[in-house]
Protein backbone atom coordinates (compact mmCIF):
# COMPACT_ATOMS: atom_id res chain seq x y z
CA UNK A 1 0.00 0.00 0.00
CA UNK A 2 2.67 2.42 1.40
CA UNK A 3 4.24 2.45 -2.12
CA UNK A 4 1.29 2.91 -3.93
CA UNK A 5 0.25 6.06 -2.33
CA UNK A 6 4.11 7.45 -2.08
CA UNK A 7 3.84 10.67 -4.28
CA UNK A 8 5.25 10.52 -7.79
CA UNK A 9 7.75 12.90 -8.99
CA UNK A 10 5.03 14.60 -11.66
CA UNK A 11 2.22 14.42 -8.71
CA UNK A 12 -1.22 15.48 -10.50
CA UNK A 13 -3.63 15.55 -7.65
CA UNK A 14 -6.46 16.06 -10.58
CA UNK A 15 -5.52 12.59 -11.89
CA UNK A 16 -5.68 10.79 -8.70
CA UNK A 17 -9.03 9.09 -8.46
CA UNK A 18 -10.14 10.20 -4.55
CA UNK A 19 -12.48 7.29 -4.03
CA UNK A 20 -9.65 4.83 -4.91
CA UNK A 21 -8.71 2.36 -2.76
CA UNK A 22 -5.09 1.50 -3.28
CA UNK A 23 -3.71 -1.54 -2.61
CA UNK A 24 -7.10 -2.78 -0.82
CA UNK A 25 -9.14 -5.34 -2.37
CA UNK A 26 -11.85 -5.51 -0.27
CA UNK A 27 -14.59 -3.16 0.80
CA UNK A 28 -15.93 -1.66 3.67
CA UNK A 29 -16.59 -4.08 5.75
CA UNK A 30 -13.12 -5.89 5.07
CA UNK A 31 -11.78 -2.81 5.94
CA UNK A 32 -13.06 -1.99 8.97
CA UNK A 33 -11.72 -5.64 9.96
CA UNK A 34 -8.91 -4.84 8.50
CA UNK A 35 -8.65 -1.36 11.21
CA UNK A 36 -9.79 -2.98 13.86
CA UNK A 37 -6.91 -5.72 13.43
CA UNK A 38 -3.88 -2.97 12.81
CA UNK A 39 -5.32 -1.08 16.07
CA UNK A 40 -4.15 -3.81 18.25
CA UNK A 41 -0.83 -4.12 16.60
CA UNK A 42 -0.75 -0.70 16.38
CA UNK A 43 -1.30 -0.20 20.58
CA UNK A 44 1.33 -2.48 21.02
CA UNK A 45 4.18 -1.30 18.60
CA UNK A 46 3.59 2.10 20.26
CA UNK A 47 4.50 0.35 23.61
CA UNK A 48 7.20 -0.62 22.38
CA UNK A 49 8.17 2.34 21.05
CA UNK A 50 7.10 4.08 24.43
CA UNK A 51 9.02 1.51 26.67
CA UNK A 52 12.21 1.95 24.57
CA UNK A 53 12.51 5.44 25.63
CA UNK A 54 11.31 5.10 29.50
CA UNK A 55 14.37 2.32 30.09
CA UNK A 56 16.87 1.73 26.96
CA UNK A 57 17.61 5.50 26.33
CA UNK A 58 15.70 5.27 23.04
CA UNK A 59 15.26 8.94 21.86
CA UNK A 60 12.94 7.60 18.99
CA UNK A 61 9.71 9.06 17.86
CA UNK A 62 7.12 8.96 15.28
CA UNK A 63 5.70 12.04 13.90
CA UNK A 64 2.77 11.66 11.52
CA UNK A 65 1.78 15.11 9.13
CA UNK A 66 -1.63 15.57 8.74
CA UNK A 67 -2.92 18.31 6.02
CA UNK A 68 -5.91 18.34 3.87
CA UNK A 69 -8.52 20.21 2.84
CA UNK A 70 -11.29 21.31 4.91
CA UNK A 71 -13.93 18.08 6.03
CA UNK A 72 -11.32 15.34 4.00
CA UNK A 73 -11.05 13.65 7.37
CA UNK A 74 -8.24 14.57 9.68
CA UNK A 75 -10.53 14.48 12.73
CA UNK A 76 -11.64 10.96 12.10
CA UNK A 77 -8.44 9.88 11.27
CA UNK A 78 -7.20 11.35 15.15
CA UNK A 79 -9.97 9.35 16.30
CA UNK A 80 -10.18 6.57 14.51
CA UNK A 81 -6.38 5.72 13.88
CA UNK A 82 -4.98 7.67 17.00
CA UNK A 83 -7.67 7.07 19.35
CA UNK A 84 -6.48 3.06 19.43
CA UNK A 85 -3.53 4.16 20.98
CA UNK A 86 -2.77 5.18 24.87
CA UNK A 87 -3.12 8.43 24.76
CA UNK A 88 0.26 8.20 27.33
CA UNK A 89 2.08 7.92 24.20
CA UNK A 90 0.43 10.15 22.09
CA UNK A 91 1.57 14.05 21.31
CA UNK A 92 -1.35 15.67 19.49
CA UNK A 93 -0.49 19.36 18.17
CA UNK A 94 -3.36 21.38 16.18
CA UNK A 95 -2.45 24.32 14.07
CA UNK A 96 -5.24 26.63 13.91
CA UNK A 97 -4.10 30.08 12.38
CA UNK A 98 -1.16 31.85 14.42
CA UNK A 99 -1.95 34.28 17.39
CA UNK A 100 -0.25 37.72 16.96
CA UNK A 101 2.45 36.31 19.25
CA UNK A 102 2.80 33.27 16.43
CA UNK A 103 2.90 35.53 13.42
CA UNK A 104 5.77 38.05 14.69
CA UNK A 105 8.06 34.93 14.78
CA UNK A 106 9.62 32.34 12.05
CA UNK A 107 6.69 30.06 10.58
CA UNK A 108 8.77 27.36 12.81
CA UNK A 109 8.73 29.16 15.70
CA UNK A 110 5.12 27.26 17.08
CA UNK A 111 6.02 24.13 15.42
CA UNK A 112 9.50 23.20 17.04
CA UNK A 113 8.21 23.28 20.64
CA UNK A 114 5.37 20.15 19.45
CA UNK A 115 7.57 18.36 17.86
CA UNK A 116 7.25 14.37 19.70
CA UNK A 117 9.56 14.00 22.27
CA UNK A 118 11.19 10.46 22.56
CA UNK A 119 9.07 7.37 22.64
CA UNK A 120 6.08 9.72 21.64
CA UNK A 121 3.84 9.54 18.49
CA UNK A 122 3.10 12.69 17.58
CA UNK A 123 0.15 13.98 15.21
CA UNK A 124 -0.46 17.29 13.55
CA UNK A 125 -3.28 18.18 12.51
CA UNK A 126 -2.21 20.69 9.76
CA UNK A 127 1.13 21.84 10.16
CA UNK A 128 4.37 23.98 8.94
CA UNK A 129 2.70 23.48 5.45
CA UNK A 130 0.28 25.93 6.05
CA UNK A 131 2.77 28.79 5.94
CA UNK A 132 3.42 27.49 2.29
CA UNK A 133 -0.29 26.43 1.42
CA UNK A 134 -2.56 29.21 2.49
CA UNK A 135 -0.07 31.52 2.14
CA UNK A 136 0.64 30.95 -1.36
CA UNK A 137 -3.21 30.93 -1.84
CA UNK A 138 -3.87 33.90 -0.15
CA UNK A 139 -1.13 35.90 -0.59
CA UNK A 140 -0.35 36.28 3.32
CA UNK A 141 3.50 36.11 2.81
CA UNK A 142 5.15 37.05 -0.77
CA UNK A 143 6.14 34.30 -3.22
CA UNK A 144 10.08 35.38 -2.04
CA UNK A 145 9.33 34.49 1.39
CA UNK A 146 7.23 31.63 0.79
CA UNK A 147 10.28 30.28 -2.04
CA UNK A 148 12.43 30.06 1.07
CA UNK A 149 10.47 28.34 3.49
CA UNK A 150 10.55 24.74 1.28
CA UNK A 151 14.32 24.41 1.97
CA UNK A 152 13.75 25.54 5.51
CA UNK A 153 11.27 22.95 5.81
CA UNK A 154 13.41 20.23 4.07
CA UNK A 155 15.94 21.34 6.70
CA UNK A 156 13.86 21.27 9.66
CA UNK A 157 12.24 17.90 9.12
CA UNK A 158 15.83 16.32 8.14
CA UNK A 159 16.68 17.87 11.77
CA UNK A 160 14.35 15.71 13.09
CA UNK A 161 14.76 12.28 11.39
CA UNK A 162 18.53 13.25 12.40
CA UNK A 163 17.30 13.52 16.30
CA UNK A 164 15.59 9.97 15.64
CA UNK A 165 11.95 10.69 14.10
CA UNK A 166 10.52 8.82 11.51
CA UNK A 167 8.09 11.78 9.57
CA UNK A 168 4.94 10.20 7.77
CA UNK A 169 3.18 13.09 5.72
CA UNK A 170 -0.16 12.74 4.21
CA UNK A 171 -2.39 14.50 2.56
CA UNK A 172 -6.16 13.58 2.54
CA UNK A 173 -7.57 14.17 -0.79
CA UNK A 174 -10.97 14.20 -1.60
CA UNK A 175 -12.79 15.26 -4.67
CA UNK A 176 -14.47 18.84 -4.49
CA UNK A 177 -18.04 17.55 -5.14
CA UNK A 178 -17.21 15.09 -2.00
CA UNK A 179 -16.38 18.45 -0.49
CA UNK A 180 -19.58 19.32 -1.04
CA UNK A 181 -21.48 16.63 0.02
CA UNK A 182 -19.80 16.90 3.78
CA UNK A 183 -19.90 20.57 4.15
CA UNK A 184 -23.96 20.54 3.17
CA UNK A 185 -24.62 17.22 5.70
CA UNK A 186 -23.13 19.80 7.89
CA UNK A 187 -25.33 22.41 7.56
CA UNK A 188 -28.01 19.86 7.80
CA UNK A 189 -27.39 17.91 10.84
CA UNK A 190 -27.36 20.67 14.02
CA UNK A 191 -24.89 18.44 15.56
CA UNK A 192 -22.63 19.00 13.09
CA UNK A 193 -23.21 23.00 12.88
CA UNK A 194 -19.93 23.37 14.76
CA UNK A 195 -17.61 21.69 12.43
CA UNK A 196 -19.12 24.13 9.55
CA UNK A 197 -17.22 27.50 9.35
CA UNK A 198 -18.71 30.24 6.71
CA UNK A 199 -15.11 30.45 5.65
CA UNK A 200 -15.09 26.85 4.72
CA UNK A 201 -16.87 27.91 1.83
CA UNK A 202 -14.42 30.65 1.07
CA UNK A 203 -11.58 28.59 0.64
CA UNK A 204 -13.32 25.72 -1.47
CA UNK A 205 -14.31 28.50 -3.60
CA UNK A 206 -9.82 28.89 -4.11
CA UNK A 207 -9.75 25.09 -4.76
CA UNK A 208 -8.30 25.04 -7.76
CA UNK A 209 -5.21 27.43 -6.23
CA UNK A 210 -5.11 24.68 -3.04
CA UNK A 211 -4.40 21.99 -5.40
CA UNK A 212 -1.56 24.12 -7.19
CA UNK A 213 -0.40 24.87 -4.13
CA UNK A 214 -0.38 21.20 -2.93
CA UNK A 215 1.61 20.10 -5.73
CA UNK A 216 4.24 22.26 -5.50
CA UNK A 217 4.67 22.18 -1.69
CA UNK A 218 4.89 18.30 -1.92
CA UNK A 219 7.10 17.99 -4.75
CA UNK A 220 9.66 20.92 -3.54
CA UNK A 221 9.51 18.91 0.15
CA UNK A 222 9.40 15.51 -0.86
CA UNK A 223 12.52 12.74 0.30
CA UNK A 224 13.27 9.23 1.41
CA UNK A 225 14.11 10.94 4.91
CA UNK A 226 10.51 12.47 5.52
CA UNK A 227 8.43 11.08 2.38
CA UNK A 228 4.76 12.43 1.53
CA UNK A 229 2.04 10.45 0.57
CA UNK A 230 -1.53 11.11 -1.15
CA UNK A 231 -4.18 8.85 0.06
CA UNK A 232 -7.58 9.12 -1.59
CA UNK A 233 -10.26 10.10 1.08
CA UNK A 234 -13.30 9.69 -0.17
CA UNK A 235 -14.23 6.76 1.34
CA UNK A 236 -13.45 6.84 4.94
CA UNK A 237 -12.40 4.06 5.84
CA UNK A 238 -9.85 3.71 3.13
CA UNK A 239 -8.22 6.56 4.51
CA UNK A 240 -8.07 5.36 7.89
CA UNK A 241 -6.94 2.05 7.02
CA UNK A 242 -4.13 3.35 4.63
CA UNK A 243 -2.92 6.31 7.52
CA UNK A 244 -2.99 3.25 10.42
CA UNK A 245 -1.32 0.68 7.81
CA UNK A 246 1.50 3.66 7.19
CA UNK A 247 2.11 4.23 10.64
CA UNK A 248 2.28 0.45 11.00
CA UNK A 249 5.16 0.55 8.52
CA UNK A 250 6.66 3.19 10.00
CA UNK A 251 6.89 1.46 13.75
CA UNK A 252 7.67 -1.55 12.38
CA UNK A 253 10.71 -0.23 10.45
CA UNK A 254 12.34 0.42 13.88
CA UNK A 255 12.67 -2.77 14.71
CA UNK A 256 11.31 -2.05 18.65
CA UNK A 257 12.52 -4.94 21.51
CA UNK A 258 11.00 -4.88 24.70
CA UNK A 259 14.39 -2.83 26.77
CA UNK A 260 16.35 -5.17 28.95
CA UNK A 261 16.31 -4.76 32.52
CA UNK A 262 18.61 -1.93 33.54
CA UNK A 263 18.32 -3.78 37.32
CA UNK A 264 19.62 -6.87 38.85
CA UNK A 265 15.95 -9.16 38.15
CA UNK A 266 16.83 -11.76 41.02
CA UNK A 267 17.88 -9.30 43.59
CA UNK A 268 15.10 -6.99 43.17
CA UNK A 269 13.03 -9.97 43.57
CA UNK A 270 14.91 -11.05 46.79
CA UNK A 271 14.14 -7.34 48.15
CA UNK A 272 10.51 -7.41 47.02
CA UNK A 273 10.01 -10.91 48.64
CA UNK A 274 11.38 -9.50 51.90
CA UNK A 275 9.01 -6.37 52.11
CA UNK B 1 -21.51 4.72 43.07
CA UNK B 2 -20.49 8.33 42.93
CA UNK B 3 -21.67 9.42 46.75
CA UNK B 4 -19.97 5.51 48.08
CA UNK B 5 -17.07 6.53 46.64
CA UNK B 6 -16.92 10.21 47.91
CA UNK B 7 -14.16 10.46 50.85
CA UNK B 8 -15.70 10.01 54.41
CA UNK B 9 -14.94 13.20 57.01
CA UNK B 10 -13.33 10.75 58.96
CA UNK B 11 -11.10 9.09 56.34
CA UNK B 12 -9.70 5.85 57.53
CA UNK B 13 -7.48 4.15 54.41
CA UNK B 14 -6.89 0.89 56.81
CA UNK B 15 -10.10 0.70 56.52
CA UNK B 16 -11.07 0.13 53.07
CA UNK B 17 -11.54 -3.09 51.46
CA UNK B 18 -9.87 -2.19 47.92
CA UNK B 19 -10.93 -5.33 46.77
CA UNK B 20 -15.07 -4.49 46.95
CA UNK B 21 -16.87 -3.10 43.94
CA UNK B 22 -19.03 -0.78 45.42
CA UNK B 23 -22.49 0.79 43.77
CA UNK B 24 -21.84 -2.63 41.26
CA UNK B 25 -23.25 -5.91 41.87
CA UNK B 26 -21.97 -7.68 38.79
CA UNK B 27 -18.61 -9.34 38.45
CA UNK B 28 -15.99 -8.74 36.11
CA UNK B 29 -17.70 -9.67 32.99
CA UNK B 30 -20.50 -7.62 33.51
CA UNK B 31 -18.14 -4.84 34.24
CA UNK B 32 -16.39 -5.52 31.39
CA UNK B 33 -19.75 -5.01 29.19
CA UNK B 34 -20.90 -1.43 31.61
CA UNK B 35 -17.41 0.29 30.38
CA UNK B 36 -17.84 -0.39 26.90
CA UNK B 37 -21.56 1.20 27.37
CA UNK B 38 -19.82 4.01 29.01
CA UNK B 39 -17.28 4.16 26.68
CA UNK B 40 -19.94 5.63 23.74
CA UNK B 41 -21.55 7.93 26.06
CA UNK B 42 -18.64 9.10 27.44
CA UNK B 43 -16.84 10.21 24.05
CA UNK B 44 -20.63 11.61 22.94
CA UNK B 45 -20.24 13.85 25.72
CA UNK B 46 -16.80 14.83 25.48
CA UNK B 47 -17.60 15.95 21.83
CA UNK B 48 -20.28 18.04 23.07
CA UNK B 49 -18.16 19.67 25.47
CA UNK B 50 -15.75 20.52 22.84
CA UNK B 51 -17.92 21.48 20.58
CA UNK B 52 -19.52 24.11 23.03
CA UNK B 53 -15.87 25.79 23.42
CA UNK B 54 -15.50 25.99 19.65
CA UNK B 55 -18.36 27.98 19.32
CA UNK B 56 -20.67 28.56 21.90
CA UNK B 57 -18.50 30.57 24.26
CA UNK B 58 -18.51 27.78 26.80
CA UNK B 59 -15.26 28.11 28.31
CA UNK B 60 -15.84 24.66 30.85
CA UNK B 61 -13.64 21.86 30.82
CA UNK B 62 -12.86 18.73 33.35
CA UNK B 63 -10.31 17.83 34.92
CA UNK B 64 -9.54 14.18 36.35
CA UNK B 65 -6.43 14.16 38.98
CA UNK B 66 -5.51 10.62 39.21
CA UNK B 67 -3.04 9.96 42.51
CA UNK B 68 -1.81 6.41 43.72
CA UNK B 69 1.04 4.22 45.06
CA UNK B 70 2.69 2.62 41.96
CA UNK B 71 0.92 -0.22 40.27
CA UNK B 72 -2.10 0.98 41.36
CA UNK B 73 -3.32 1.40 37.64
CA UNK B 74 -3.15 4.76 36.75
CA UNK B 75 -1.96 3.92 33.23
CA UNK B 76 -4.85 1.44 33.19
CA UNK B 77 -7.38 4.02 33.89
CA UNK B 78 -5.48 6.36 30.88
CA UNK B 79 -5.68 3.71 28.57
CA UNK B 80 -8.71 2.54 29.22
CA UNK B 81 -10.96 4.94 30.02
CA UNK B 82 -9.67 7.79 28.59
CA UNK B 83 -8.38 5.91 25.84
CA UNK B 84 -12.20 5.51 24.39
CA UNK B 85 -12.31 9.40 24.07
CA UNK B 86 -11.46 11.81 20.97
CA UNK B 87 -7.32 12.60 21.49
CA UNK B 88 -7.95 16.09 20.52
CA UNK B 89 -10.04 16.55 23.29
CA UNK B 90 -7.85 15.53 25.97
CA UNK B 91 -5.16 16.95 27.78
CA UNK B 92 -2.82 14.48 29.38
CA UNK B 93 -0.42 15.76 31.62
CA UNK B 94 2.35 13.38 33.60
CA UNK B 95 3.95 14.65 36.09
CA UNK B 96 7.09 12.97 37.35
CA UNK B 97 10.01 13.96 39.48
CA UNK B 98 10.84 18.10 39.01
CA UNK B 99 13.20 19.23 36.96
CA UNK B 100 16.07 21.60 39.04
CA UNK B 101 14.00 24.38 36.62
CA UNK B 102 10.67 23.22 38.35
CA UNK B 103 12.38 22.66 41.88
CA UNK B 104 13.20 26.64 42.10
CA UNK B 105 9.87 27.66 41.09
CA UNK B 106 6.86 27.49 43.35
CA UNK B 107 5.16 23.76 43.39
CA UNK B 108 2.14 25.26 41.28
CA UNK B 109 4.41 26.67 38.59
CA UNK B 110 4.64 23.59 36.55
CA UNK B 111 0.71 22.49 37.02
CA UNK B 112 -0.73 25.94 36.14
CA UNK B 113 0.19 25.48 32.27
CA UNK B 114 -1.09 21.77 31.65
CA UNK B 115 -4.61 22.88 33.42
CA UNK B 116 -7.26 21.84 30.77
CA UNK B 117 -8.29 24.44 28.22
CA UNK B 118 -11.89 25.52 27.08
CA UNK B 119 -13.68 22.29 26.01
CA UNK B 120 -11.16 19.52 26.97
CA UNK B 121 -11.14 16.54 29.35
CA UNK B 122 -7.67 17.19 31.56
CA UNK B 123 -5.45 14.53 33.00
CA UNK B 124 -3.24 14.82 35.82
CA UNK B 125 -0.97 11.45 36.16
CA UNK B 126 0.23 12.16 39.53
CA UNK B 127 -0.06 16.33 39.88
CA UNK B 128 0.83 18.69 43.03
CA UNK B 129 -0.36 16.38 45.11
CA UNK B 130 3.19 15.10 44.96
CA UNK B 131 4.51 18.23 46.56
CA UNK B 132 2.19 17.34 50.28
CA UNK B 133 2.44 13.36 49.77
CA UNK B 134 6.04 12.22 48.79
CA UNK B 135 7.58 15.84 50.27
CA UNK B 136 6.18 14.89 53.64
CA UNK B 137 6.88 10.99 53.06
CA UNK B 138 10.45 11.95 52.12
CA UNK B 139 10.90 15.36 54.16
CA UNK B 140 11.56 16.98 50.75
CA UNK B 141 10.17 19.92 51.86
CA UNK B 142 9.91 20.66 56.17
CA UNK B 143 6.65 20.48 57.84
CA UNK B 144 5.49 24.49 57.97
CA UNK B 145 6.06 24.24 54.31
CA UNK B 146 4.12 21.73 53.41
CA UNK B 147 1.45 22.84 55.94
CA UNK B 148 1.13 25.93 53.85
CA UNK B 149 0.62 24.17 50.76
CA UNK B 150 -2.74 22.58 51.80
CA UNK B 151 -4.42 26.01 51.69
CA UNK B 152 -2.86 27.20 48.41
CA UNK B 153 -3.81 24.04 46.96
CA UNK B 154 -7.51 24.57 48.15
CA UNK B 155 -7.06 28.06 46.96
CA UNK B 156 -5.79 26.99 43.47
CA UNK B 157 -8.77 24.41 42.76
CA UNK B 158 -11.08 26.95 43.68
CA UNK B 159 -10.19 29.38 41.12
CA UNK B 160 -10.05 26.36 38.66
CA UNK B 161 -14.06 25.45 39.57
CA UNK B 162 -14.34 29.40 39.22
CA UNK B 163 -12.76 29.68 35.63
CA UNK B 164 -15.06 26.74 34.83
CA UNK B 165 -13.52 23.54 35.27
CA UNK B 166 -14.92 20.61 37.00
CA UNK B 167 -12.82 18.90 39.18
CA UNK B 168 -12.58 15.17 40.08
CA UNK B 169 -10.13 13.84 42.50
CA UNK B 170 -9.31 10.28 42.57
CA UNK B 171 -7.19 8.08 44.81
CA UNK B 172 -6.63 4.59 43.37
CA UNK B 173 -6.37 2.50 46.30
CA UNK B 174 -4.66 -0.87 46.41
CA UNK B 175 -3.81 -2.85 49.71
CA UNK B 176 -0.11 -3.75 49.86
CA UNK B 177 -0.41 -7.15 49.10
CA UNK B 178 -1.64 -6.36 45.53
CA UNK B 179 1.05 -4.02 45.37
CA UNK B 180 2.99 -7.13 46.12
CA UNK B 181 1.60 -9.33 44.01
CA UNK B 182 1.55 -6.66 40.64
CA UNK B 183 5.50 -5.73 41.33
CA UNK B 184 6.53 -9.33 41.32
CA UNK B 185 4.52 -9.74 37.95
CA UNK B 186 6.79 -7.09 36.61
CA UNK B 187 10.11 -8.66 37.60
CA UNK B 188 8.60 -12.39 36.12
CA UNK B 189 7.75 -10.92 32.80
CA UNK B 190 10.53 -9.48 30.28
CA UNK B 191 7.52 -7.18 28.04
CA UNK B 192 6.98 -5.82 31.85
CA UNK B 193 10.72 -4.83 33.23
CA UNK B 194 10.56 -1.43 31.35
CA UNK B 195 7.55 -0.34 34.30
CA UNK B 196 9.83 -1.22 36.98
CA UNK B 197 12.00 0.70 39.29
CA UNK B 198 13.75 -0.28 42.20
CA UNK B 199 12.50 3.28 43.96
CA UNK B 200 9.55 1.51 43.78
CA UNK B 201 10.31 -1.37 46.29
CA UNK B 202 12.17 1.96 48.71
CA UNK B 203 8.77 3.66 48.42
CA UNK B 204 6.74 0.66 49.28
CA UNK B 205 8.64 -0.23 52.53
CA UNK B 206 7.63 3.50 53.50
CA UNK B 207 3.63 2.12 52.77
CA UNK B 208 2.22 3.21 56.47
CA UNK B 209 3.77 6.73 55.69
CA UNK B 210 2.40 7.00 52.45
CA UNK B 211 -1.38 6.06 53.41
CA UNK B 212 -1.17 8.75 56.24
CA UNK B 213 0.18 11.23 53.87
CA UNK B 214 -3.31 10.69 51.72
CA UNK B 215 -5.50 10.90 54.86
CA UNK B 216 -4.15 14.34 55.66
CA UNK B 217 -3.78 15.68 52.11
CA UNK B 218 -7.80 14.13 51.18
CA UNK B 219 -8.85 15.60 54.32
CA UNK B 220 -7.31 18.82 54.14
CA UNK B 221 -8.14 19.90 50.43
CA UNK B 222 -11.72 17.62 49.46
CA UNK B 223 -14.66 20.04 49.46
CA UNK B 224 -18.06 19.69 47.48
CA UNK B 225 -15.98 22.20 44.76
CA UNK B 226 -12.89 19.79 44.01
CA UNK B 227 -13.98 16.06 45.70
CA UNK B 228 -12.20 13.36 46.50
CA UNK B 229 -12.61 9.66 45.72
CA UNK B 230 -11.61 6.55 47.31
CA UNK B 231 -11.17 3.97 44.37
CA UNK B 232 -11.06 0.30 45.57
CA UNK B 233 -8.44 -1.21 42.75
CA UNK B 234 -7.34 -4.23 43.76
CA UNK B 235 -9.85 -5.29 41.04
CA UNK B 236 -8.70 -3.47 37.45
CA UNK B 237 -12.21 -3.94 35.88
CA UNK B 238 -13.74 -2.31 38.70
CA UNK B 239 -11.53 0.60 38.96
CA UNK B 240 -11.56 1.42 35.62
CA UNK B 241 -15.94 1.67 35.85
CA UNK B 242 -15.58 3.61 38.64
CA UNK B 243 -13.43 6.30 37.70
CA UNK B 244 -15.78 6.09 33.92
CA UNK B 245 -18.47 6.86 36.07
CA UNK B 246 -17.35 9.53 37.67
CA UNK B 247 -16.35 11.17 34.74
CA UNK B 248 -19.64 10.63 32.89
CA UNK B 249 -21.45 11.97 35.99
CA UNK B 250 -19.45 15.14 35.88
CA UNK B 251 -19.94 15.57 32.16
CA UNK B 252 -24.26 14.90 32.89
CA UNK B 253 -23.66 17.79 35.27
CA UNK B 254 -22.65 20.14 32.56
CA UNK B 255 -26.49 19.68 31.25
CA UNK B 256 -24.16 19.95 27.80
CA UNK B 257 -26.38 20.49 24.54
CA UNK B 258 -25.05 20.95 21.05
CA UNK B 259 -24.33 24.77 20.10
CA UNK B 260 -26.73 26.45 17.97
CA UNK B 261 -25.71 27.40 14.44
CA UNK B 262 -23.35 31.06 14.80
CA UNK B 263 -24.13 31.74 10.60
CA UNK B 264 -27.27 31.77 8.41
CA UNK B 265 -27.62 27.85 7.89
CA UNK B 266 -30.13 28.70 4.72
CA UNK B 267 -27.80 31.63 2.90
CA UNK B 268 -24.76 29.10 3.87
CA UNK B 269 -26.83 26.53 2.30
CA UNK B 270 -27.08 28.67 -0.93
CA UNK B 271 -23.67 29.60 -1.22
CA UNK B 272 -22.58 26.75 -0.80
CA UNK B 273 -24.84 25.45 -3.37
CA UNK B 274 -23.32 27.99 -5.83
CA UNK B 275 -20.03 26.53 -5.60
Do not use: C
Not at 31 to 41: C, K
Not at 56 to 84: E, F, N, P
Not at 116 to 130: A, K, L, N, Q, T
Not at 143 to 149: A, D, H, K, N, S
Amino acid sequence: MKELLRVAADLDLAGVDTSATPGFVGGKEAGEVALADGAEELADLQEQLFAASRTGGDTRSVLLVLQAMDTAGKGGIVKHVIGSVDPQGVAFASFKAPTDEEKAHDFLWRIRPRVPGPGMIGVFDRSHYEDVLIHRVRGFSTPEVIEQRYPQIVDFELELVAAGTTIVKVMLHISKQEQKNRLAERLERPDKYWKYNPGDVDERQRWDAYMEAYEVAIARTDSDEAPWYVVPADRKWYARLAVQQLLLDALRGLDLQWPPADFDVQAEQKRLAAT
